[in-house]
Structure formats: structure tokens, C-alpha cells
């Protein structure tokens, strides 16, 4: 049995991915849509392997991927050749471009649990739009905690084209002094014989309150412009959600 440890995303990560949400969510690719523009350059961050990065291209949008998993870009590219996607971390991205629409779906921004790390994060979306620009996304919330498990189970799982299994087994430890959720993960492939391969998953995010971006988005040169708590706009007013939507502007004299 061959056992490899990745960050967040490898092969089998993206295999299973691939199985169990063939594709976005009718309305949370509404939300996402409903600020774009056949006119504007539009960048995704963390795109994975397309979910919503292929339907813009579909509608006739010009935007690029970038993500830190070769693994979901070369799925990308596969599923959709003429897309444009980079292999990068978005904390020492480099690009000349700059765009008029950033969103970062899923909330994945959550995936930077390390404070300082989430703030150049945010500089560096800022300092890859133009003034006036548009960031959109989404965080979830202390709401999404669940008990803690320290015993692996079974969470997912789904069969390959060619009838193996991949199974997805997690177990969770939530921090409280630091609002860290901790889901290690095990993804195993399954054949006739037992396990042919498995890997590890250091899997964590931090669960956000209401207001507590704020002043770092407010430091990375942001105005929030909405804050929501349903892809619908139902405007957030507690921590009662399991999500927040962010909608923000670049101020305007920020080159």
C-alpha cells in the first residue's frame, strides 16, 4: 500500500471531489455570478478543479484559476482545456494582471487559520484588483462546530470509473481559544484486494464571527458593501448562520 501525507488536496481528495458535487450548487452559482460581467477580468482564487470557474467560462466570462493543488488543476485542464488556471499559493502569488472581480468560494478563506497568514491574504486580493474592484466571499461560522470525535469515521465515499472505492474516514477537535476546527482526514482506495493506496489530510479552518474580519479587511484597503447570511442576500445580523457572505470594494484612491 502506497501512503503519502498532503496538505489539503491530493489525488484521491480530488477524485472523491469529483464524485460526490459534480458541480456547483444552482444558487450559490447564482451568487457568485449575479457580480459578474462578459467585460470585467475576474480572477478565482483557491478554484480547485472548476466547480464554478468552468460555468463562467461557459457564460462567456473572462476569468483565471489559480490554486495550490496540482492535483485539481490538472483536473481542471482536463475537464476544460481552454481554461487558464495557475499552480500557486495565493500567499506569494505574482502576477502583472489585475482584475475587477476576486471571489473565493466555499469558505475557503477559513483555510488560513494563522492570523497574519489570513491578513496577506487579504493584501495580496487587494493588490491584484483594480480600484473600485469587487471581492466576493464566503466564511463559515462558530454555528458549523460540531462535537468532538477522536475516533476516524467513515464521512464519504464514492465508486471510480473503474469500481474501486474511495472512502473519506475524519475526526474532529475543535479549539476553542482559537476558533480552529481540526478534521484530520484519511482517504483510502479501495480494489478487490484490499487498500491500494492511502492518504493523509491535515485538514483545518477557523470558524469565523460575525464582524471579526472587519478590521483586516478594513487594513487590506477594503469596504465591506453587504454582509449575508444565504445566497439569496438575506443580510447577516448574529452568528446564527453557518455561513457569511462578504461582499467588499477596493477603495477607490488604493492603486
Known amino acids: 500500500m502506497d501512503a503519502h501525507t498532503t496538505n489539503h488536496y491530493g489525488s484521491l481528495c480530488t477524485e472523491l471531489y469529483e464524485i460526490l458535487p459534480p458541480s456547483a450548487s444552482d444558487d450559490e452559482l447564482a451568487f457568485y455570478l449575479s457580480y459578474a460581467r462578459t467585460d470585467q477580468d475576474i480572477l478565482e482564487p483557491l478554484c480547485g478543479s472548476g466547480r464554478f470557474l468552468i460555468p463562467f467560462i461557459e457564460r462567456g466570462m473572462s476569468i483565471r484559476g489559480m490554486d ?12 476544460c482545456p481552454e481554461a487558464l488556471a495557475d499552480v500557486a499559493e495565493i500567499t506569494t502569488y505574482s502576477s502583472d494582471e489585475t482584475y475587477d472581480y476576486v471571489f ?4 475557503s478563506v477559513g483555510l488560513f487559520t494563522d492570523r497574519d497568514e489570513c491578513r496577506t491574504v487579504l493584501r495580496k486580493v487587494s493588490n491584484l484588483l483594480r480600484p473600485s474592484g469587487l471581492f466576493v466571499f464566503a466564511v463559515d461560522t462558530v454555528a458549523c462546530r460540531e462535537p468532538d470525535d477522536e475516533e476516524y469515521r467513515l464521512a464519504a465515499q464514492g465508486t471510480t470509473r473503474t469500481g474501486d472505492l474511495i472512502t473519506l ?6 479549539d476553542e481559544s482559537t476558533r480552529t476546527w481540526f478534521m484530520p482526514g484519511r ?7 484490499g487498500v491500494k493506496r492511502c492518504e493523509e489530510m491535515d485538514f ?18 477594503f ?10 442576500k438575506t443580510p447577516a445580523i448574529d452568528n ?10 477596493k477603495a477607490d484612491h488604493l492603486a
Open 204 to 221: 483545518q479552518i477557523h470558524l469565523y464571527e460575525l464582524g471579526e474580519i472587519d478590521e483586516a479587511l478594513s487594513e487590506a484597503g
Open 169 to 174: 474516514s475524519s475526526k474532529k477537535h475543535y
Open 240 to 249: 446564527d448562520t453557518e455561513m457569511l457572505l462578504y461582499e467588499c470594494r
Open 68 to 79: 495550490s493543488s496540482r492535483e485539481m488543476i490538472d483536473k481542471l485542464i482536463e475537464k
Open 187 to 193: 482517504y483510502e482506495l479501495h480494489g478487490r484486494s
Open 104 to 107: 473565493i468560494t466555499s469558505g
Open 223 to 232: 469596504v465591506v458593501t453587504g454582509v449575508y447570511s444565504s445566497f439569496g
